[in-house]
C-alpha cells in the first residue's frame, strides 16, 4: 500500500486506498471509487482525481470524464449548508419554480451556486422519488416535504449570518 | 440451508409475533415527515404501559397513501391511521382496549385501497423490509426453491412466457421473450442487472418496491439467473434512494447468510453473486446501454443496438436487463403460476401494474392496479380527483410519455391503448395535472429535463433538444412566430426519427402530445404576422 498512500500525509487518502483495494483496482469500479472520494473530501478536487487514476491504472482524462459527466459529482467544495430543490414533474406542477426562486432571491445566489461566505451551496433535482409530498426540498441531506416560498425564506436564513 | 429449513424459519417467525402488530411506515415519504420519531413514542408508549408482551412495534414498507403521511396501521384488522404525529402516536395504542384515539384515523375501505390488486407489492407495509425472516415468513424464497428442485431452466422461461409478463419499465417487451433469448445465447459468463435507475420524475414505484420488500426484488433476480444461466447479477440504482440502497445492500448480506445468495444456493449447484452499483445523476443511464457502460465504470453513453443486450452486453457477455418491478413479479409468478398471472389485465397486458400517483390529485402515493384498470378510475375514484377543480390531463411515462387530456380518461390503461394516445405506458409515473396548469410550460419543462439530460454522443438529440427548447422558451414569451411553431414539430420529427437511443427518440413526445390536445394554447401566443 505505500506507493499509492498520498504524499500529503492526508489520511481521507487511505479510505480511498482501502475502497480501490476492495475493489481489486478494477477501473469498472471507478464510480463506486468516485463516491467514495467524494464522500471523504466533499467533493472532488484535482489531488482525489490524479490519485485515483493512478490506483486504478487510468488516464487522468478517462476520470476527468467520468466525474464530470455525471451530475452527482461536484469538482467545487460545498457551502457549510446545502439546499437542494426538487424540480421533478409533480413539484413543477405543484409550484417548485416559486420555491426554488424563493431562495434564488433570499440567498442572492442562482442554482448551481455558493454563496461568497461559503454558507450555503444551492442546487436542483430531477426528482428524488417522494412526490406524494411534493413540492420538495432537501435541507443538508434530510428531505421536508409540502415546501412553500415562506418555507424555504425561513429555513435558507437561519444559515445566512445577514438574512442577505 | 433447504426449502424445509426454509418452512421451519417461516413457521418459526411467525409463532414469534405478538399478537398486536402495529406497523409504521418507514418509507422515504413517511420518513420525509417523521414517521421515526412517531415510530420512536410507539415504542416508548408500549414500553410505560408494560405492553410489551402482547405489542410489537415495526418499521414497515410503504403503506401507500404518502400524502397523508407518517402512517401507522395496527393489526389485526388493519386499522389505518394518517398524519400521525409523535405526541399523537401513543393514543393509537388507546384503541386496542376501546379507548379514545386522538390520532386520524384513516379510512382503509376507501376506493384508494379496495380497488387494489396486490402482486409485486404483496408485502410492502406488511413486513419488516429489514428482516429477511419476516419476508421468509410471507412466503419469500420459496419461489426460487421450488425453481431451484423441481423446475429445469426451461421450465421457468416457459412459465414467465405464459404469464405474459412484459417489461415494467417502459417499452414493455416481453419478458419471457428476453429470458429465452439470453438462456439461449452462447456463452460461459452471463450476467443478471436489475434496472434501479427510476429516472423519470414522477415516479417512485421502483424505489418503493426496494424500501419496501428488497428481498423479493433479490429473489426475482435469483430465478432470472438461474432461467438464463447466469452467476452474477448486478443492482444498477440510482444515488438519489440512499434509503433504499441501505435496505438492499442489508438485504444481500442477510441472503448470504441465510444461503439464498451466494455460492451453492439452497444447497444446490446455483451459485448467485448480487452487486449493488450506485448511479451519479445521469437520467440516461436508465437507457440500457447507457447503464452497462456506467455499471463497467465508463460514462453512461448509449450504443446502438443491435447488438443487443441479449447478445453482447456487460462486458461483451449475454446480459439479461430488467427492472425491479418485473423482477417483484416473478416469486408470485412461479409460486401460482403463469396462467394465474395471465388471466388479470387485458389480451396484451397483462397481471397488474404498479402506479406512482402524484400532482394535483386528493390522494398522493402508491398503487397497484390490474392492467385495462381506466385513468378516470384511477385518478378520480382512487386518486380522489383534483380538490376543489378539475382534471386537465395526466401525464404518464415521464419525458418520454404524453399529456392525455380529460376527455380521454375512460382509456383503460394498457401498453397499446396509451401509445394509441401519443402517450407510453412508461415506468408507471402518474402526474395529474388541474385547469391552471400551462400547456406550453409543461412542453417546455420536459425539454429542458432532455436538454439537461442529453448524453451528447449523438448530434440529433444534442443540438436538437437546445433548440427544441429554445422555440417553446420563445413561445412561452410570446416572440414566436407561425414559422417558428412549424419549424419546431418539422424539428421534432427529425429528433424522433434520427436519434441514437430511447432518450432522444422520445424527448418530442410530451411537445408533440400537448400540441396534439392542446394546440390552442400554443396557437393563441404566436405572433400574428
Not at chain 2, 427548447?469 to 419549424?487: C, M, Q, S, V, Y
Not at chain 2, 419546431?488 to 434520427?498: D, F, H, K, Q, S
Amino acid at each position: 500500500m505505500a506507493e499509492s498512500s498520498h504524499p500529503s500525509g492526508d489520511d481521507r487518502f487511505k479510505g480511498l486506498d482501502v475502497t480501490m483495494k476492495r475493489h481489486q483496482f478494477r477501473p469498472d469500479a471507478l464510480i463506486e471509487v468516485l463516491h467514495k472520494a467524494e464522500d471523504l473530501f466533499g467533493f472532488l478536487g484535482h489531488d482525489a482525481l490524479f490519485h485515483v487514476a493512478r490506483g486504478l491504472k487510468l488516464p487522468p482524462s478517462r476520470v476527468y470524464g467520468v466525474a464530470t459527466f455525471y451530475h452527482l459529482f461536484s469538482l467545487k467544495p460545498p457551502g457549510a449548508h446545502t439546499c437542494v430543490v426538487c424540480l421533478g414533474t409533480a413539484c413543477f406542477v405543484k409550484g417548485a419554480d416559486r420555491v426554488l426562486k424563493a431562495i434564488e432571491e433570499c440567498a442572492g445566489i442562482k442554482a448551481g451556486e455558493t454563496t461568497k461566505d461559503n454558507q450555503l451551496s444551492l442546487s436542483t433535482v430531477r426528482c428524488i422519488g417522494t412526490c406524494g409530498i411534493a413540492p420538495l426540498a432537501v435541507y443538508d441531506g434530510s428531505t421536508v416535504g409540502y415546501q412553500t416560498p415562506d418555507d424555504v425564506r425561513r429555513h435558507v436564513k437561519e444559515w445566512l449570518p445577514h438574512g442577505s | 440451508m433447504d426449502r424445509n429449513d426454509l418452512q421451519a424459519i417461516a413457521d418459526q417467525e411467525r409463532a414469534s409475533w405478538k399478537p398486536v402488530r402495529v406497523r409504521c411506515c418507514t418509507a422515504s415519504g413517511c420518513l420525509a415527515t417523521g414517521s421515526l420519531t412517531v415510530k420512536k413514542a410507539l415504542e416508548q408508549a408500549v414500553g410505560q404501559r408494560r405492553l410489551g408482551d402482547r405489542v410489537d412495534v415495526v418499521g414497515v414498507g410503504c403503506l401507500g397513501l404518502c400524502g397523508r403521511g407518517p402512517l401507522v396501521a395496527v393489526d389485526p384488522g388493519g386499522e389505518l391511521f394518517q398524519l400521525v404525529t409523535a405526541a399523537d402516536a401513543p393514543s393509537i395504542l388507546n384503541a386496542l382496549d376501546g379507548g379514545p384515539v386522538s390520532a386520524p384515523r384513516c379510512d382503509a375501505r376507501q376506493p384508494f385501497f379496495t380497488s387494489q390488486l396486490k402482486i409485486a407489492t404483496e408485502t410492502s407495509g406488511l413486513i419488516d423490509p429489514e428482516s429477511v425472516e419476516e419476508y421468509v415468513a410471507g412466503g419469500g424464497y420459496q419461489a426460487l426453491a421450488r425453481v431451484l428442485t423441481e423446475m429445469s431452466r426451461a421450465d421457468v422461461v416457459q412459465e414467465v412466457t405464459r404469464s405474459g409478463l412484459r417489461g415494467r419499465g417502459g417499452a414493455g417487451y416481453p419478458t419471457g421473450l428476453k429470458w429465452a433469448t439470453v438462456a439461449r445465447s452462447p456463452g460461459g459468463r452471463k450476467y443478471v442487472v436489475c434496472n434501479a435507475d427510476e429516472g423519470d420524475p414522477g415516479a417512485f414505484m421502483d424505489r418503493s418496491i426496494m424500501e419496501s420488500d428488497p428481498h423479493r426484488v433479490l429473489e426475482g433476480m435469483a430465478v432470472a439467473a438461474f432461467a438464463v444461466g447466469a452467476s452474477h447479477g448486478f443492482i444498477y440504482i440510482r444515488a438519489e434512494y440512499p434509503a433504499a440502497v441501505a435496505r438492499l445492500r442489508t438485504a444481500i448480506e442477510q441472503g448470504k447468510k441465510l444461503g439464498v445468495l451466494g455460492s451453492g444456493v439452497l444447497e444446490t449447484p446455483f451459485d448467485f453473486r448480487v452487486d449493488v452499483r450506485i448511479g451519479a445523476g445521469a437520467y440516461v443511464c436508465g437507457e440500457e446501454t447507457a447503464l452497462m457502460a456506467s455499471i463497467e465504470g465508463k460514462r453512461g453513453l448509449p450504443h446502438p443496438r443491435p447488438p443487443y443486450p441479449a447478445q453482447a452486453g456487460l462486458w461483451g457477455c449475454p446480459t439479461l436487463i430488467n427492472n425491479v418491478e418485473t423482477f417483484a413479479h416473478v416469486p408470485a409468478i412461479i409460486k401460482k403460476g403463469g396462467e394465474w398471472f395471465a388471466g388479470i389485465g387485458t389480451e396484451k397486458s397483462k397481471g397488474t401494474k404498479v402506479f406512482a400517483l402524484s400532482g394535483k390529485v386528493a390522494n398522493t402515493g402508491l398503487i397497484e392496479v390490474p392492467m385495462g384498470t381506466t385513468l378516470r378510475h384511477i385518478v378520480e375514484v382512487m386518486g380522489g380527483g383534483v380538490p376543489g377543480g378539475r382534471v386537465k390531463a395526466v401525464q404518464t411515462g415521464g419525458p418520454s410519455g404524453g399529456c392525455i387530456p380529460a376527455e380521454h380518461l375512460d382509456t383503460p390503461v394498457d401498453y397499446e391503448s396509451l401509445t394509441r394516445l401519443g402517450s407510453i405506458m412508461g415506468s408507471g409515473g402518474m402526474i395529474v395535472m388541474d385547469q391552471d396548469t400551462n400547456m406550453v410550460e409543461v412542453a417546455r419543462f420536459f425539454m429542458e429535463f432532455c436538454r439537461d439530460e442529453s448524453c451528447g454522443k449523438c448530434v440529433p438529440c444534442r443540438a436538437g433538444t437546445v433548440q427544441m427548447h429554445r422555440l417553446l422558451t420563445k413561445i412561452a414569451e410570446r416572440r414566436a412566430t407561425h414559422a417558428d411553431f412549424e419549424g419546431l414539430l418539422r424539428l421534432c420529427g427529425m429528433v424522433r426519427e434520427t436519434s441514437l437511443c430511447g432518450l432522444g427518440q422520445t424527448a418530442p413526445n410530451p411537445v408533440l402530445s400537448a400540441v396534439r390536445y392542446f394546440g390552442d394554447e400554443f396557437k393563441a401566443l404566436l405572433q400574428s404576422i
